[in-house]
């Protein structure tokens, strides 16, 4: 994994380009170590995930899980809720807005990790591809949970039943990422996003995705319910004054994230 910052933004990359970044146990735990960090430092507000190289992440490194005729086979399910499931429910969690620029294919679990994040941009040249049918697998890190609500049951069916690449732009189309935009500006245009949101009220920001998250699983009651609660919070925030000054005085804000 790199790791680096730039001002309240910190930029995680998945890095094994010559596997096309497929997930080993190391790259998990790194990648879990990068996220808690971002999780405790107050001063990093936005997170931007991307890949090295011609890929986003091609999902479980195969090669880590080769079963011999011989040997029993491997607890899936125990791989599942030791780390990916956890990395999910991270990302979901935390409490800054998390940017995914998904610079080429993302497969199987990639797929799904991209669509765990708040905002997803693509390449043009990227593609999505729930691999896991033509190796015998289902749908994980939230696949089956994420496609339907994004696009669609008849849609995400016939992505889970058969694997098909999903360009970029189809992707946006279909609602499933936010936008696809040419290659050569991605990163530029992933990092305008990310320092946007880094200088924005991100307390607010915070309990905007503590909102949505809960949206899927509320009838409208319990989400009104819901919204008092939050706004309550926000309303206390340093950064709600702020932006009521600001605005009444005619000034750009200057949010603290507090
Ligand atoms: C890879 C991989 C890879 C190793 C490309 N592993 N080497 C969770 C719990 C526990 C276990 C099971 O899984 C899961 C969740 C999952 O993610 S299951 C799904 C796993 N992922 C896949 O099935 C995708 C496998 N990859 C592909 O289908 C293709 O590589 C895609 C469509 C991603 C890209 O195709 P191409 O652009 O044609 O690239 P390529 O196939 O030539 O790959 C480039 C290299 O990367 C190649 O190695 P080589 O030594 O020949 O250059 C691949 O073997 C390697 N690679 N994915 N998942």
Known sequence: MLFERDGGVAEITLNRPDRLNAFNEAMHRELARCLETVASDPDIRAVLLTGAGRGFCAGQDLGERVVGEEERAPDLGETL??????????????????????????????????LACDIVLAARSASFVQAFCRIGLVPDSGGTWFLPRLVGDARARALALLGEKLPAEQAAAWGLIWRAVPDEVLMEEARRLAHG???APTRGLALIKRALNASWGNDLDAQLDLERDLQREAGRTEDYREGVRAFLDKRPPRFRGR
């Open 81 to 114: 809720e030791t780390l990916y499931n956890p990395l999910i429910r991270r990302l979901r969690r935390l409490e800054k807005p998390v940017i995914c620029a998904v610079n080429g294919v993302a497969a199987g679990a990639g797929a799904n990790l991209a």
């Open 197 to 199: 949101l880094a200088a």
